[in-house]
């Protein structure tokens, strides 16, 4: 009698593949929008010019004898304050130990611990920024044309308004364009971008060619991605960690020093060396010799801080 199947082979894990629904690193937007700036307290305050002090004109006619019109500016302070988010897995030496391969229990912690801070980040400048009433403005879907009507909308107008109220009330350029993923497959396919590119150019429509089109500098689209049920509870909850429907216009320079406007800014406490680094986000590993474990952590301390309302303009739900 031979061997049956089952005695000649027995299962075992492959060691060269596995499935892992990770998150790519560039789906994470928040630290793209905004100027990261770099902290050494956790709380601090910051001068603020009066909005129209470098846009008057004082200037008078000066007879003789006479003396130069006056002139002035006024100075108010703001603050920011970053709040320390943590995470971390603690690991027992045994489970190390036991793990077939090619499992890592410790490069596996640092990869959830990871994507559990970048997606917290994320919702921060989600509940900060991409949200009504608090900007300048907020263009309401339910009061205009939203952006998936092919035949009554025109996103390109929409955004050139916006861009002409955030000049006046800052004296800046939008030059960023954040576009919930519903606005940017309707925005794919609406006319008016696509017959001009049809017309001029054989790419597809990507966030590039968009760009070019609305007259911005870079459009981000939030891929991002959070499942809000507890972990092993039956189901998902997955949704995007910002609004599909929304979209957001704004100025945001590369970096912020003196007399450098931006409508926000991420504020990243970096001034001791057990705190994240200028990314905003630390990772640690330690021994734990007590329990026989190690201990697998990360934190990010930020604060998505609008510093001037009048250079974002919000599209609230311009998609349907």
Known sequence: MNPTRTQIHIDRPLTDMSIAYTQNAADFIASRVLPTRAVTKQSDRYFVYSANAFMRDDAKLRGPGDESAKTGFSLSTDTYFCDKYSLGE????????????????????????????????????????????????????AATARWDDYMSSDPIRAVDNAKKIIRLNGARDANKLVLGMDVFLALKEHPDIVDR??????????????????????????????DTASEGASGTSVDFALS????????????????????????????????PRPSGLALRKFDVEAKQALVVEGDITCDFKITGSGLGVFFANIVG
């Open 90 to 141: 603690m690991i027992a030496y045994d489970d190390i130990a036991n793990a077939d391969e090619p499992l890592n229990l410790e490069n596996d912690a640092v990869d959830v611990i990871t994507h559990g801070l970048l997606i917290r980040r994320e919702r921060l400048f989600a509940a900060a920024c991409f949200a009504s009433s608090v900007w300048g403005l907020t263009v309401d879907g």
């Open 197 to 226: 590119v049809k017309y001029t150019s054989a790419e597809s429509i990507a966030e590039n060619v968009i760009a070019r089109y609305l007259g911005v500098d870079e459009v981000l689209v939030a891929k991002a991605l959070v």
């Open 244 to 275: 599909s429907k929304s979209a957001l216009l704004l100025h945001a320079p590369a970096s912020v020093g003196a007399k450098t406007p931006s409508a926000a800014v991420h504020f990243a406490w970096t001034g001791a060396p057990h705190l």
